[in-house]
C-alpha cells in the first residue's frame, strides 16, 4: 500500500465548477506540502501546512492531522488551473513522500 | 528575482558520457534540493543542502551520481557513467527554511541516455 493516496487520479471538470483534490497518508507527520505542475512540466509550490486551513486566491487547503487527511479545493475552476496536483507530507524534515498526482483537466 | 535556474533544459547523451546538470538558486536561499521525476516512481528527492553543504544524500541512487555546491549561488548533479535509466526530469528547488510556501522549482533538466 502506498504511504500517500491521492483521489481521484484523473479529473475534468467544467469552467466555474468546485473542484476538490485528496490526500489520504499512512505515515505521521508534521506537514504537507501541495505542489502544482503545468503541462509544460513547471512546479509551483502551493501551500505548505500543518493544521487547520490556507486560502491563496481560488485555492483552499485543508488538513486534518488525526485523520491523516488533506484537501485541495479550487473555487470558480479556469481552464489555467489545468495541471498536476502533487500532495507530499513529511514527518519534519525535508524528505517529503510524494504522491502520485492528481491530473486535473478544465474544459472551457 | 529570475527564480531557480536549471541548463541545459533538455540533454540527449550516449549510454556512458558522463552528464552535469546545473541550477543556480535565488539569491538568499540556504536550502537547495535535487530531485528526480520520472514515470514509474514520481518525484523523489536525491540530494539536499544547507549553507553549501549536503545534509541528506541517501535519495542519490548510486555511486554514478555525485553533487557538488562550492558556493551559495551554484550546485552541479553529475552522472558518470551514464545509463538509460537515468532518463528522467532533474528539478533543483530551494528555500528559505523559514518561507511558508516552501519551496521555488527550476523549469527542470529532461535528460535522455540513449
Known amino acids: 500500500k502506498n504511504e500517500v493516496e491521492q483521489s481521484p487520479q484523473n479529473l475534468t471538470a467544467q469552467e466555474g465548477e468546485f473542484i476538490t483534490i485528496n490526500c489520504s497518508y499512512s505515515?505521521?507527520?508534521?506537514?504537507l506540502h501541495w505542489l502544482q505542475q503545468h503541462p509544460g512540466g513547471g512546479i509551483v509550490s502551493l501551500f505548505m501546512l500543518s493544521s487547520g486551513k490556507k486560502k491563496h486566491g481560488r485555492l483552499i487547503a485543508t488538513i486534518n492531522i488525526q485523520e491523516k487527511h488533506s484537501s485541495l479545493h479550487i473555487t470558480a475552476s479556469h481552464p489555467r488551473d489545468s495541471a498536476v496536483y502533487i500532495c507530499?507530507?513529511?514527518?519534519?524534515?525535508?524528505?517529503?513522500?510524494f504522491g502520485t498526482g492528481t491530473r486535473l483537466k478544465v474544459l472551457a | 528575482d529570475a527564480g531557480v535556474i536549471q541548463s541545459p533544459r533538455h540533454e540527449v547523451t550516449e549510454m556512458g558520457q558522463e552528464v552535469t546538470l546545473r541550477c543556480k538558486p535565488i539569491?538568499?536561499?540556504?536550502?537547495l534540493f535535487w530531485y528526480r521525476q520520472t514515470m514509474m516512481r514520481g518525484l523523489e528527492l536525491l540530494i539536499y543542502f544547507n549553507n553549501n553543504v549536503p545534509i541528506d544524500d541517501s535519495g542519490m541512487p548510486e555511486d554514478r551520481f555525485s553533487a557538488k555546491m562550492p558556493n551559495a549561488s551554484f550546485s552541479t548533479l553529475k552522472i558518470q557513467p551514464s545509463e538509460p535509466r537515468d532518463s528522467a526530469v532533474y528539478f533543483c528547488a530551494s528555500s528559505l527554511a523559514a518561507l511558508p510556501y516552501g519551496y521555488t522549482f527550476g523549469s527542470g533538466t529532461r535528460l535522455t541516455v540513449v
Open positions: 539569491s538568499g536561499h540556504d536550502y
Open positions: 507530499a507530507p513529511t514527518s519534519g524534515t525535508y524528505k517529503y513522500i
Open positions: 505515515v505521521g507527520i508534521s506537514a
